[in-house]
């Protein structure tokens, strides 16, 4: 059993910056892949970033490459999603998940998710 707690979201103008943490229990931590995933409202929940559990493999959405970086820390059993040149698209709540096995762009292999984190952009 996994249980993941977000923290870091806000608002921020355009172009700004924010960061994501996910605090995660467990002592079997980095035997999970661990993802990102954002839905707005009246929009499906779609994939932002994934990392695999020893953080050497990262995956990301098109939208968000180049501009997001997912990285973890399984000593401390957590994981960032470092978000910069915001844009209002990126609006959404945002939620950390955990999964073991399966497609890390899907959001039916994760077994465990937080509760998500409001991240607003304005322009």
């Known amino acids: 059993q996994v249980q993941v707690v977000e923290s870091g979201g806000g608002s921020v103008q355009a172009g700004g910056s924010l960061r994501l943490s996910c605090a995660a229990s467990?002592?079997?931590?980095?035997?999970?892949?661990m993802g990102w995933f954002r839905q707005a409202p009246g929009k499906e929940r779609e994939f932002v970033a994934a990392?695999?559990?020893?953080?050497?493999?990262?995956y990301y959405a098109d939208s968000v490459k180049g501009r997001f970086t997912i990285s973890r820390d399984n000593a401390k059993n957590t994981v960032s999603l470092q978000m910069n040149s915001l844009k209002p698209d990126d609006t959404a709540v945002y939620h950390c998940a955990a999964k073991s096995t399966g497609a890390y762009s899907t959001p039916i292999w994760y077994n465990y998710w937080g509760q998500g984190i409001q991240v607003t952009v304005s322009s």
């Open positions: 990392i695999s559990g020893g953080g050497s493999n990262t």
């Open positions: 467990g002592r079997t931590f980095s035997s999970y892949h």
